[in-house]
């Protein structure tokens, strides 16, 4: 079996390298864009500022096989799937942050970690938790 993604956009964001990347999302962080290409900007109708969203994006670069890894907490091998690193069988980010702002098909957001360019798979709002 195999899927075909479609990416939405991109992201724009402040890191240019994996060192100045940020390990987790910070909901103090750096103002992000979150870019939509024109053939999904009506797809935006009913988002508001305020509203969390699930924000769903594409690492590159990254190890596919990896199944265990080390952690950052004591450097103890864990399963991949215990991890938010990008290094997965399917590279998939994921963040929960409200937006900051909506203009000309850009939604704004702060303290993505993710490089600048990372490709835009989806956005949800997101389900709160009670």
């Known amino acids: 079996m195999s899927a075909n993604l479609k990416f939405i956009g991109h992201i724009n964001s402040p890191y240019r390298t994996l060192e100045d990347c940020p390990n987790n999302v910070n909901l103090n962080g750096p ?8 053939t999904y900007i009506d797809g935006l109708s009913g988002l508001k500022k305020g509203q969390q969203i ?3 994006y594409w690492f590159e670069n990254t190890d596919r096989g990896a199944i265990q890894q080390e952690s950052n907490q004591g450097g103890e091998r864990i399963g991949t799937f215990a991890l938010r690193s990008p290094h997965r ?5 994921a963040a929960v ?6 203009e000309d098909g850009v939604i704004f957001v702060k303290g993505l970690d993710c490089l600048n360019g990372t490709h835009l798979l989806d956005i949800k709002p997101a389900i709160p938790q009670e």
């Open 31 to 38: 103002l992000c864009q979150l870019v939509i290409y024109d």
């Open 89 to 93: 069988p399917n590279p998939i980010g």
């Open 54 to 56: 699930l924000i769903l």
């Open 97 to 102: 942050l409200p937006i900051e702002a909506i």
